[in-house]
């Protein structure tokens, strides 16, 4: 049974840092690459980055380039989203996602994700 479980949330004030944890299990991870999406109130989920997990290859929204970093520790099953100079408009519930792909570049759309955690809420304040 796959378990994806997100951490890590919390409220912060602009300018300031999280670091998001997204434990999992279950999953064959040489053939999944991992993604966390995010999802502000009455708006569409958007995806943020994703990850590799066997050759640690990642993609970044343009939103969040430069600002946050995807990671992950092979040894704890966990992927990590460390997210600096939080702006107000990060606000959101944060999701961390499975994709089995072996084959095609890491992918933005969620659709594409075969797992998903419970989320995580993450508030920036001005």
């Known amino acids: 049974q796959v378990q994806l479980v997100e951490s890590g949330g919390g409220l912060v004030q602009a300018g300031g840092s999280l670091r998001l944890s997204c434990a999992a299990s279950g999953l064959t991870f040489s053939r999944y690459a991992m993604g966390w999406f995010r999802q502000a109130p009455e708006k569409e989920r958007e995806f943020v980055a994703a990850?590799?997990?066997?050759?640690?290859?990642?993609y970044y929204s343009d939103s969040v380039k430069g600002r946050f970093t995807i990671s992950r520790d092979n040894a704890k099953n966990t992927v990590y989203l460390q997210m600096n100079s939080l702006k107000p408009e990060d606000t959101a519930v944060y999701y961390c996602?499975?994709?089995?792909?072996?084959?095609?570049?890491?992918?933005?759309?969620?659709?594409?994700?075969?797992?998903w955690g419970q989320g995580t809420q993450v508030t920036v304040s001005s």
């Open positions: 996602a499975a994709d089995e792909n072996t084959r095609f570049p890491l992918r933005t759309g969620g659709q594409s994700y075969d797992y």
């Open positions: 990850i590799r997990w066997r050759s640690g290859s990642t």
